[in-house]
Every structure is written in structure tokens, then in C-alpha cells.
């Protein structure tokens, strides 16, 4: 039985994780199954890019990822089966595939016809969990639905540099209200300059860069590598989310002299 990784916008205040959880262990008992996480912003395919791109690596080399992050549930929107070498991830056509496009090896289109009783809202429960049960028990991807070439792509959130500044996009703000960009470390820190400031709408806070959150008086803020890969906007032991009004999806311009 191979590994089942979850990734959903869920939250755990509901009873959807936790029965969409049930439904594959009461088909599947001996599957063991991870929670990557459950808190992607609610219909935010771009935080879920980001959770599924930094999560990716570490994930077995040989489970089954589903990421039910699925603001067209009900509609005509397809549920993709991608193979990745020995992984497979079952996700909506809504372009969360292109944060993992280059990993792809092939891609189907799940026959959802085989699901007989579908609440029109909780794919989740009635598809997802019997697929993802399915391919984890070694079924083919070919006896699960039909090979596609075109589906929906998002382009995975990046960066534009100019003389002075970098423009990128919040992907995630996480527990402590650290805010990753789309900046990856290797750009940044490549840079001799010394004084920034991170702007958005209504926003021009002065930072300084860190290389640990400790690094940060109070009320600083700071730069630093994250360890996902990115840049993140971080205070010492506060949320800069919370504190200047960031949330993700926002476009953020870090200028410097």
C-alpha cells in the first residue's frame, strides 16, 4: 500500500478533512496517511502551488499526493491523475499542476463517472478519497481514466527585477505570520545593496536583511532566507502579516539603495 499525502483548504473547524480522512481509512485500513497540511487559503490555487512545489521533495518517492484545493467543485471543471516517476498526484483542472509541470511525466483525466452518489460540494469525500484509495492500492493510472495533453495551467507566482527594485507576490503566510515571496534566496542575496524597503498599497516599511528571526529588535523587520527557498518578510517573535495588512496573493515591490 503506498502513502497517501493530503493537501487541502480545509481547515480543521469543519468535518471535511477529518471525513475525507475516515473515507480512506475505513476503505483502505492499512494506508498510511499524511497530513501536509489542510490550512491552504481557501480557494487559493496560488498558496497551493506553493505548499505542493515545497513540500514536493519530501514527500515518498513512491505515494500518492492529493490536493483538493477545488473552488469549481461541482461544476464541469476535470480531476487529473498525474504519474511523476514513482508518484502520482490526483488534483482539479485549475492549474495547480504548473507548480509541478517540469516533474510530470504523463497526465489523465480521471473517469468521474465511476462515482455514483457525488455530493455536488464535497468531491473531497465522494471522488477524491475513492481515487486516491484506488492508485494507493496500485491500481494504473490508464485504468483510472484517459490520457489528456492540454489541460489548465497557472503560471507558478515569480519575480521581475528592475534597477532598484524587486516586484513579486506573497505565496504564503505561515503560523507566525512570516510572508514568503515569490523571491528566491539565490536572487536576492546576490545584491550589494544594504537599505530596503518593502512596498505594497498604503505599505512602505523600512527593513533591514537577517539571517535568523533573533538577528530582529523589536518592531524590526527584516529580510531573510526562508527555508523553503524563498525570501520572507519576518519580525522577531510578531506577525508582519497581521501587523501592515499582507495577505497572500498580494504583489509586494522590495526597493533598495
Known amino acids: 500500500m503506498k502513502p497517501v499525502a493530503l493537501i487541502t483548504d480545509f481547515g480543521t473547524a469543519d468535518h471535511y478533512a477529518g471525513v475525507m480522512k475516515s473515507v480512506i481509512k475505513t476503505t483502505a485500513p492499512g ?18 502551488q506553493f505548499i505542493l512545489d515545497v513540500s514536493y521533495p519530501y514527500i515518498s518517492p513512491d505515494g500518492v499526493v ?38 510530470i511525466d504523463e497526465v489523465y483525466e480521471a473517469d468521474t463517472m465511476a462515482y455514483t452518489h457525488v455530493s455536488t460540494t464535497f468531491h473531497g469525500r465522494d471522488i477524491f478519497a475513492p ?25 507558478y507566482p515569480g519575480y521581475t527585477v528592475s534597477s532598484n527594485e524587486i516586484a513579486s507576490q506573497i505565496l504564503h503566510i505561515d503560523h507566525f505570520g512570516n510572508c514568503v515571496t515569490s523571491i528566491p ?38 529580510l531573510l532566507p526562508g527555508s523553503s527557498g524563498y ?14 495588512g ?12
Open 246 to 257: 499582507i495577505d497572500i496573493e498580494d504583489e509586494v515591490v522590495i526597493r533598495y539603495e
Open 66 to 103: 492529493a490536493v483538493v484545493v477545488d473552488p469549481g467543485v461541482g461544476s464541469g471543471r476535470a480531476i487529473l491523475i498525474a504519474r511523476a516517476g514513482g508518484r502520482v498526484l490526483v488534483m482539479p483542472d485549475n492549474g495547480i499542476i504548473s507548480a509541478v509541470i517540469d516533474r
Open 185 to 222: 534566496v539565490e536572487t536576492f542575496f546576490t545584491s550589494s545593496a544594504q537599505v530596503f524597503t518593502v512596498v505594497k498599497k498604503d505599505l512602505a516599511l523600512p527593513t533591514v536583511t537577517c539571517a535568523t528571526y533573533t538577528d530582529l529588535y523589536n518592531d524590526q523587520a527584516g
Open 31 to 48: 494506508v498510511d496517511v499524511i497530513d501536509i497540511t489542510h490550512g491552504v487559503k481557501p480557494f487559493s490555487i496560488v498558496n497551493a
Open 231 to 244: 525570501i520572507e518578510l519576518s519580525m522577531n517573535q510578531q506577525s508582519p502579516a497581521s501587523r501592515y
Open 131 to 155: 481515487l486516491t484509495v484506488k492508485l494507493a492500492s496500485g491500481a494504473r493510472c490508464a485504468d483510472l481514466g484517459r490520457p489528456v495533453t492540454t489541460f489548465k495551467t497557472r503560471p
